[in-house]
């Protein structure tokens, strides 16, 4: 029989399809990244123009223009009106890839675009499970100037204020009232509670550099009476006291289990006794079997010195550390949250 006349198999024909998707990730990534850096969205999300319009508005040129805007139309991020010809932001685009909505996850796309000369490196990493590191940098924050701070501080707020949000529906913060977001970048995490929480205030603890980024944000928030920026080192420097919480959001990921440990003996130290640690990053399934997000992360944290781990790994880390109560709340898709407890009373008082 002739092959090409068999019934194709819907299922495996998905299949290939997400195969092809996964083998041009990088090409659609670039996409986005240069849509988002265009203004494209921007543009679209005050009127709807026809392509030879956007040419003109953006002087990007009609050779390439309508493969852009297939693209995004065939990601559902553009639609076409067909009466006018004219293109206009899907209801996700406009959600989520204008700048100015409060769910922007843009910034996103634009930090991971500057990570793809590293994530070239994957394979070298992946062969010898070493992270790639950019001419001698010892990590991933050391080697960052004025404007990648800024690529990564926009990146992560945006993905930040969704950490926030789901922190808010997981857990019961209403004892909480002076949170430490430790390596707290920008603030989103921190502005998103602090939002919701009236009667919270917020040390943010992050390097020199972050701070313009962060006293910027706190001050759009209209939180400069409830909300501060600490300037330090969580490897040189002891971490502000008079806590009753700390956040760890994104952070351990970052590191290898022996800087972990140096961070988390900080976190020890400054919480108040009793007081509530809270680890929320991408962890993975105990069997390794995703979840897609926190796996492809992970990949990211290979190259970059990292490690995303699982539930039971980052327990055991606090547990070492000397926390208590450990809870590992319900495996997210994207994070999953950890909480633990300082002893109320030393080891030595409590026997
Ligand atoms: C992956 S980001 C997480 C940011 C934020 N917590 C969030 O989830 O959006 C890691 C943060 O750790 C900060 N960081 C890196 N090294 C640090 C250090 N030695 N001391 C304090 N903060 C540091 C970085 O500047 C960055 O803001």
Same mark, same amino acid.
């Given at each position: 029989?002739?092959?090409?006349?068999?019934?194709?198999?819907?299922?495996?024909?998905?299949?290939?399809?997400?195969i092809?998707a996964?083998e041009?990730g990088?090409?659609?990534a670039?996409?986005?990244?240069?849509?988002?850096?265009?203004?494209?969205?921007?543009v679209?999300?005050k009127e709807?123009?026809?392509?030879?319009?956007?040419?003109?508005?953006?002087?990007?040129?009609?050779?390439v223009l309508?493969?852009?805007?297939?693209?995004?139309?065939?990601?559902?991020?553009?639609?076409?009106?067909?009466?006018?010809?004219?293109?206009?932001?899907?209801?996700?685009?406009?959600?989520?890839?204008?700048?100015s909505s409060?769910?922007?996850?843009?910034?996103?796309?634009?930090?991971?675009?500057?990570?793809?000369?590293?994530m070239?490196?994957?394979?070298?990493?992946?062969?010898s499970?070493q992270?790639?590191?950019?001419?001698?940098?010892?990590?991933?924050?050391g080697?960052f100037?004025?404007?990648?701070?800024?690529?990564?501080?926009?990146?992560?707020?945006?993905?930040?204020?969704h950490?926030?949000?789901?922190l808010?529906?997981?857990?019961?913060?209403?004892?909480v009232?002076?949170?430490?977001?430790?390596?707290?970048?920008a603030?989103?995490?921190?502005?998103?509670?602090?939002?919701?929480?009236?009667?919270?205030?917020?040390?943010?603890?992050?390097?020199?550099?972050?701070?313009?980024?962060?006293?910027?944000?706190?001050q759009?928030?209209g939180?400069r009476? *409830? #909300?501060?920026?600490? &300037? $330090?080192?969580?490897?040189?420097?002891? @971490? /502000?006291t !008079? +806590?009753?919480?700390?956040?760890?959001?994104?952070?351990?990921?970052?590191?290898?289990?022996?800087?972990?440990?140096?961070?988390?003996?900080?976190?020890?130290?400054?919480?108040?006794?009793?007081?509530?640690?809270?680890?929320?990053?991408?962890?993975?399934?105990?069997?390794?079997?995703?979840?897609?997000?926190?796996?492809v992360?992970?990949?990211?944290?290979?190259?970059?010195g990292?490690?995303?781990?699982?539930?039971?790994?980052?327990? *055991? #880390?606090?547990e070492? &550390? $000397?926390?208590?109560?450990?809870?590992? @709340? /319900?495996? !997210? +898709?994207?994070?999953s949250?950890?909480?633990?407890?300082?002893?109320?009373?030393?080891?030595?008082?409590?026997?």
């Amino acid at each position: 029989m002739n092959r090409g006349s068999e019934p194709v198999d819907a299922d495996l024909e998905d299949a290939r399809m997400r195969i092809y998707a996964i083998e041009d990730g990088a090409v659609r990534a670039q996409a986005l990244a240069f849509a988002l850096k265009s203004g494209l969205f921007e543009v679209l999300e005050k009127e709807p123009l026809t392509l030879t319009e956007l040419s003109a508005r953006l002087e990007i040129p009609m050779r390439v223009l309508p493969a852009l805007a297939a693209f995004l139309a065939s990601q559902d991020l553009l639609r076409l009106d067909d009466a006018t010809g004219e293109f206009t932001n899907s209801p996700a685009a406009s959600a989520f890839l204008v700048r100015s909505s409060d769910s922007y996850v843009g910034g996103r796309g634009l930090l991971f675009a500057g990570f793809h000369e590293a994530m070239g490196h994957l394979g070298e990493s992946l062969a010898s499970g070493q992270p790639w590191t950019d001419a001698g940098q010892h990590d991933m924050f050391g080697g960052f100037d004025g404007d990648d701070q800024r690529w990564f501080a926009e990146g992560m707020f945006s993905n930040a204020v969704h950490g926030g949000r789901a922190l808010l529906r997981e857990l019961d913060l209403s004892d909480v009232h002076r949170l430490l977001d430790v390596g707290g970048n920008a603030g989103g995490y921190s502005i998103t509670l602090l939002q919701s929480l009236p009667h919270m205030e917020a040390t943010l603890f992050d390097l020199p550099a972050i701070r313009p980024l962060a006293e910027e944000q706190i001050q759009r928030a209209g939180l400069r009476g *409830r #909300m501060r920026f600490a &300037a $330090g080192s969580f490897f040189d420097d002891p @971490l /502000p006291t !008079g +806590h009753d919480a700390i956040l760890l959001a994104s952070i351990l990921h970052d590191w290898d289990n022996l800087d972990c440990g140096r961070i988390l003996a900080r976190c020890f130290d400054a919480l108040t006794p009793g007081g509530l640690l809270i680890v929320t990053e991408p962890m993975l399934a105990e069997d390794a079997t995703g979840p897609e997000h926190p796996s492809v992360s992970g990949l990211t944290m290979a190259v970059l010195g990292g490690e995303n781990r699982t539930q039971s790994a980052i327990s *055991r #880390m606090l547990e070492i &550390a $000397g926390f208590e109560h450990i809870r590992r @709340l /319900p495996m !997210g +898709h994207q994070n999953s949250t950890i909480t633990a407890r300082k002893p109320l009373f030393e080891p030595a008082a409590r026997a």
